[in-house]
């Protein structure tokens, strides 16, 4: 029973432009560094199916979803924001980002592996009930959740988000869902400029200052997420895993590095232990750095399969 690593070439064909940050080789910076450090040695790899018209229906609007299809261009290049842009390939990826966190959760809950990373693109956390925006255009990790609480029938489950970024379409897509937990930091005054106030009960954000650096944002986790989330007791963990806060990124100032990206994952997997049978979905979010992208990634995923 090894580990999930889910992917698609299908996410490499999505482009928004020669020079946005957001581009198809996080992919394959991510895949080559894991094979490079021979992690994927401990993983399977699956193909990430599309995901169905059902299943995003259950995080988004039908009509949001049908309205990101007809957006799709024959050619060129269709805007969807100012940051935000479809090309011929981008609604396959899209669904594929989607189908893959479907995928890992029935993976992970099947107990056909422990845990599963999906090294997918475009990235989800800012897509909302009914908006693209931020890079994203359906949030994958809210449509694995709520594959899990209304297929599976798990009554609690947890979603952790360190992307630099304030997660803001899984906020409004889960917030006042009791099933739910989301605990999320990120850079205070950033895109998409929220998160200060919660919406919801089942909220916990903390908004961290521009080069607060890797203690601050330790210390935001031991007293902020950590009690939240033993308190909840979640059956199954879903991880918005951004790795811009990195210092070496400048999509934001925090001045994260990989040790801190590795502390995070085991503080979560202790979580997951005690509460939830070891179950972790982690999916990919920002970082648009290659190297510091990389190297991040491998040390979450080194701690997240149990290989450090």
Known sequence: ML????SHPDCMKHEMGALHPECPER???????????GLLEFMQLYDAPVATEEQLG??????????VADKSPPSGYSQIDPDTWMNPHSYQ??????????LATDLVLSGEAPV???NVRPPGHHAEHAASGGFCFFNNVAVGIRHALDVHGLERVALVDFDVHHGNGSEDILCNDARVLMCSTYELNLY?????EPRGLNMVNIGLAPRSG???FREAVDWGWIPALDAFRPQMIFISAGFDAHREDDMGNLGLVEADYEWVTRRVMEVAQRHAQGRVVSCLEGGYVLSPLARSVAAHVKVLIGAD
């Open 27 to 37: 992919i394959a910076a991510i895949r080559d560094h894991l094979l490079m450090k």
């Open 192 to 196: 998409p400029f929220c998160g200060d």
């Open 116 to 118: 599963a990373f999906c």
């Open 214 to 216: 890797g203690d601050a």
């Open 3 to 6: 580990p999930a690593y889910i």
């Open 58 to 67: 259950r995080a988004h609007a039908l009509r949001h979803v049908r309205e």
């Open 93 to 102: 990826a899209a669904l594929r980002s989607a189908g893959a966190a479907v």
